[in-house]
């Protein structure tokens, strides 16, 4: 079964930039067929909504830590979605996810919401 793949996590300085990707593990999965939502997610805390991106690209939301400072991406010709994360700080450690799903503008961070989702990269900031 087709699943998602994030990459681009690690240990950056506060203040640093970093860029998340999510694509699909299958070549055949029809990946602009899905709205792409992230999420992040700590260690004995709820999972928390960061963003999200239409299926056309044209139209993102955000959670309300990270506006402002978070950009959600994607690109149709390599069938990849984006994070870009600028001014990070500590209070955004976390492991991030990406997840699709048909309907766009969902916002719920319950699991079962949506149809695929990644394993996760972590995301370390250090002050």
């Known amino acids: 079964q087709a699943q998602l793949l994030e990459s681009g996590g690690g240990l950056v300085q506060l203040g640093d930039s970093l860029r998340l990707s999510c694509t699909a593990s299958e070549r055949t999965f029809n990946f602009e067929a899905y709205a792409i939502n992230w999420f992040r997610q700590t260690p004995g805390k709820e999972r928390e909504f960061v ?20 950009t959600v991406l994607r690109d149709g010709v390599k069938h990849v979605a984006y994070l870009q994360m600028n001014y990070l700080n500590p209070d955004d450690t976390a492991t991030y996810y990406c997840a699709a799903s048909r309907l766009y503008g969902l916002g719920s961070t319950a699991h079962l919401t949506y149809d695929y989702w990644g394993q996760g990269t972590q995301v370390t900031v250090s002050s």
């Open 51 to 70: 963003g999200a991106i239409s299926q056309s690209g044209f139209t993102t939301f955000y959670g309300d830590s990270v506006k402002g400072r978070f």
